[in-house]
């Protein structure tokens, strides 16, 4: 059975890598989606977006439900065939795999033998979610593009879309699936990799967006928990701390104050002499000659 896949027609920007294979009833591309709006479309297969490196935070509706999320590695996104999507965005690029299954995962009579009432084996718009059993299929699934085919690969490939058909409908069908209901959290382990990351990058230009994605969070939800945890807005925090960068190369004497204001990541020494101002209430040159006495 040849699938009507659309990858070239919904993601856009993206780049296939390495190819993609496809076998009886099952198709699988390995593609970069660039961030930005993507082209929805109607699908008349199910797709599976199994994702493999880099991280966005995605905002898709379809049918009705609007979801919003974080792409991340071991990350799974379903859309069943049929789904009317109307917005699906990210802020973000990510590698992922796209597997495309048939409307009918498995034949009515097949799933008659094993008592399973066709009739509930509608798949749910399912996203954001990591699942074991499927990051072992798509591991196995992306071990055989970009390698010559060998004699046994058709037999394997049914193997594996059997078992993801019946994983599919075990577990992600609309009477069994529900979207998480746990309200974010920023954890200690999550908040120090935040501020690692702006200790890192502290000369760069940082935006709510990046920290955001850092902490695997929407921005709405990490500046609000940011502040909870700190007593700070993040770019509150972010200020402060380069001053505090700032105050200590002023005190060495070894930079002069243009290469204070750009290692410490303020576009001028205008910009950098009102922010320290600011917060320490003197001038970067007042705080230098105090420093000296």
């Keep these: ?158 193997g594996l879309r059997t078992a993801l058909a019946a994983h599919l409908i075990g577990n992600y069908t609309v009477d069994r699936w529900q979207p998480s209901t746990r309200a974010p959290s920023l954890d200690a382990k999550r908040l120090q990799r935040v501020l690692d990351f702006m200790e890192a990058q502290l000369a760069d230009d940082l935006s709510l967006d990046d920290l955001a994605r850092e902490a695997c969070l929407s921005p709405y939800h990490f500046s609000r928990l940011f502040h909870e945890a700190t007593g700070r807005p993040p770019h509150r925090y972010l200020i402060e701390r380069r001053i505090q960068v700032a105050q200590k190369m002023l005190q060495s004497e070894q930079s002069s104050m243009v290469e204070v204001a750009l290692d410490t990541g303020f576009g001028s020494q205008a910009s950098f002499a009102r922010a320290f101002r600011k917060v320490t209430g003197v001038t970067p040159s007042q705080y230098r000659e105090q420093s000296r006495r």
């Design 1 to 158: 059975m040849s699938l009507r896949a659309h990858g070239d027609r919904k993601y856009r920007p993206s780049t296939l890598l390495g190819g993609a294979a496809e076998w009886d009833a099952l198709r699988v591309e390995h593609r970069q989606i660039g961030p930005g709006a993507q082209n929805c479309v109607r699908p008349e297969c199910t797709e599976l977006v199994y994702i493999l490196s880099g991280q966005a935070l995605v905002r898709r509706t379809g049918d009705g439900q609007k979801q919003e999320g974080m792409a991340r590695p071991s990350t799974s996104w379903l859309v069943p065939a049929g789904t009317h999507e109307t917005l699906l965005e990210l802020d973000g690029s990510t590698e992922c795999l796209i597997i495309f299954l048939p409307d009918k995962l498995l034949e009515d009579s097949a799933l008659a033998d094993y008592g399973i009432d066709p009739d509930r084996t509608q798949l749910a718009y399912a996203g954001g979610f990591a699942d074991a059993t499927l990051a072992q299929i798509g591991a196995a699934l992306h071990g055989m593009l970009g390698r010559e085919s060998q004699p046994m690969d058709r037999i394997f490939a049914d």
